[in-house]
């Protein structure tokens, strides 16, 4: 089936693992119908009794460059701004409040939005070409730095927040925070099989053991992610975001939304 305008596609496979697809080319840079879509997406996999794991994945050259810069550009005011805080802030809960396992399996670049969602999942394989990252500050924005701080260590996160640094899977999985590196031409299957492993369990106890493992997280997410939101914003009723996303850009049109890193956008 397809949700929204067929950027996010779900299959539920005979073994119960619903496998979740975005693909919005070029870069899959999501609109704000984008970010609803796969909230919903997530949502309903989770809902569905006869679900129990999800692989989120995507198709095309990376695994998410966060919100549309594209679809912002055109909008006057602060609409698609807000539009596009509501709807990462409705994906990423998703993706950590859906009552089964989501595994993500991340191929290429992973940026802005991209770190909201691999860094609410509960498992994440990458392909040996992924690198993680948030370019926020060299755009005018904030955000995700609830997610990031748990992919590394605090004082890595505040690096690579401050220099807009990026890190590779490699790293990751020397961190522990990434399961698997491999191949991109088995990424795929990996994160199935990963899946397919949990889905294997008993489903009740796999749901339970979702539940108890977000009732004694540290962090409350949602709440953090919700906070950082509010600077982003507040960087935009000042007009330092538009001043640097414009000079960023090099157009003469204020940009309002969030940032744009050329070709990959992120939240």
């Given at each position: ?116 969602l691999s860094g609410n ?83 009740t106890v796999i749901r ?60």
């Amino acid at each position: 089936m397809a949700d929204g305008p067929d950027m996010i596609t779900t299959t539920v496979l005979a073994n119960g693992v619903a496998e979740i697809v975005m693909d919005n080319p070029p870069v899959n840079a999501l609109p704000v119908a984008g970010w609803f879509a796969l909230a919903a997406a997530l949502d309903a996999a989770g809902a569905n009794p006869d679900v129990r794991a999800v692989v989120l994945r995507a198709e095309g050259r990376g695994f998410n460059a966060g919100v549309d810069i594209k679809e912002m550009q055109r909008t006057d005011g602060f609409t698609a701004l807000l539009g596009a805080n509501h709807g990462c802030y409705a994906a990423f809960k998703a993706v950590y409040e859906c009552p089964v396992p989501v595994v993500v399996a991340v191929n290429g670049f992973c940026l802005g939005g991209g770190i909201g969602l691999s860094g609410n999942a509960d498992v994440i394989v990458a392909a040996d070409d992924a690198t993680f990252g948030l370019p926020e500050v060299e755009r005018g924005a904030l955000g995700a730095a609830t997610h990031l701080s748990r992919l590394v260590p605090q004082h890595r996160m505040r690096a690579m927040v401050y220099t807009a640094a990026t890190i590779t899977a490699q790293e990751l999985h020397a961190y522990g925070s990434v399961h698997s590196v491999v191949p991109q031409a088995e990424l795929r299957d990996t994160a199935l099989a990963v899946a397919g492993n949990i889905a294997e369990k008993d489903p009740t106890v796999i749901r339970a053991a979702k539940a108890s493992l977000n009732g004694i997280d540290p962090v409350d997410v949602n709440r953090s992610y919700r906070f950082e939101q509010g600077f982003t914003f507040e960087l935009n009723l000042a007009g330092v975001a538009d001043r640097i996303r414009d000079e960023f850009a090099g157009t003469s049109k204020a940009v309002t939304g969030q940032a744009d890193t050329g070709e990959q956008p992120d939240n």
